[in-house]
C-alpha cells in the first residue's frame, strides 16, 4: 500500500525556515516523480514544486523560486522541501504527491494527508 | 501565466447528473487532470489524462474536452461526492503545474 507521511510544519516567523519531509512506502520510491502543493486557509490547491526520480531536474512555483528547494533522498525513501525568507503568505497546509511516473509532469496518483505550515510573528 | 477557469460552485440533487467544467486557452492540446479534496482529507486523484479513471475510482466519475474546455462527469450523484474539484494541466511555456480554481461540489 502506498503510503505518503508530511512532518516538519509548524510555526515559523516571518524571514525564518522549516524544512518539510515527506516519508514514502509501498512503492519504489526513486521510480516516480514527486511534488509538493500547498492549500492556504480558505483557498485553492496551488502547485509548489516538483522533482523526477533521479532528483537532477526540479521546478518551482514563481512565488517559492529561490526561497524553496526541494529534493530527495531516493535511499531514504523521503522528499523533502527546504523552505527559506518564509512570508505570511506561505501558510498554509502542504501535500506531497507521488507522480505516475519517473519524469514530469505526470498525474499525481497518490497523496498525504499534509501538514500545516503557519508563519506568523 | 496560464489559466484555469472553473465555476466556484455547483448543486445537484441525489442521482442526478454533476458537470463540473474547466476552461483554459488550447486546453484541447493539453493533458487534464481532476483531484477531489474533501475538508481534512488528501486529495484524490479522480480522472488523469482527460479521460482515465483509476481502478478505484466508480465508474459513475468521467472526463471529456471539446474545444477549450474539459469537463468532470459524476452520474448518480451521491451524498458522499460532495467535495471541493480541481482541474490541473502543465504550462510547457513556463514548466509550471496550474490548477483550476475549484469548484465546490454541493449535494442537496
Known amino acids: 500500500e502506498v503510503q505518503l507521511l508530511e512532518s516538519g510544519g509548524g510555526l515559523a516567523q516571518p524571514g525564518g525556515s522549516l524544512r518539510l519531509s515527506c516519508a514514502a512506502s509501498?512503492?519504489?520510491?526513486?521510480?516516480?516523480?514527486m511534488t509538493w502543493v500547498r492549500q492556504a486557509p480558505g483557498k485553492g490547491l496551488e502547485w509548489v514544486s516538483g522533482?523526477?526520480?533521479?532528483?537532477?531536474?526540479?521546478y518551482y512555483a514563481d512565488s517559492v523560486k529561490g526561497r524553496f528547494t526541494i529534493s530527495r533522498d531516493n535511499s531514504k525513501n523521503t522528499l523533502y522541501l527546504e523552505m527559506n525568507s518564509l512570508r505570511a503568505g506561505d501558510t498554509a497546509v502542504y501535500f506531497c504527491?507521488?507522480?505516475?511516473?519517473?519524469?514530469?509532469?505526470?498525474?499525481?496518483?497518490?497523496w498525504g494527508q499534509g501538514t500545516l505550515v503557519t508563519v506568523s510573528s | 501565466s496560464y489559466v484555469l477557469t472553473q465555476p466556484p460552485s455547483l448543486s445537484v440533487a441525489p442521482g442526478q447528473t454533476a458537470r463540473m467544467t474547466c476552461g483554459g486557452n488550447n486546453i484541447g492540446i493539453k493533458s487534464v487532470h481532476w483531484y477531489q479534496l474533501k475538508p481534512g482529507q488528501a486529495p484524490v486523484l479522480v480522472i488523469y489524462y482527460d479521460r482515465d479513471r483509476p481502478s478505484r475510482i466508480p465508474e459513475r466519475f468521467s472526463g471529456s474536452k471539446s474545444g477549450n474546455t474539459a469537463t468532470l462527469t459524476i452520474s448518480r450523484v451521491e451524498a458522499g461526492d460532495e467535495a471541493d474539484y480541481y482541474c490541473r494541466v502543465w504550462d510547457s511555456s513556463s514548466d509550471h503545474v496550474v490548477f483550476g480554481g475549484g469548484t465546490k461540489l454541493t449535494v442537496l
Open positions: 504527491a507521488k507522480g505516475t511516473h519517473s519524469d514530469y509532469p505526470r498525474a499525481h496518483d497518490y
Open positions: 522533482i523526477v526520480g533521479s532528483g537532477t531536474t526540479t
Open positions: 509501498g512503492f519504489t520510491f526513486s521510480s516516480y516523480a
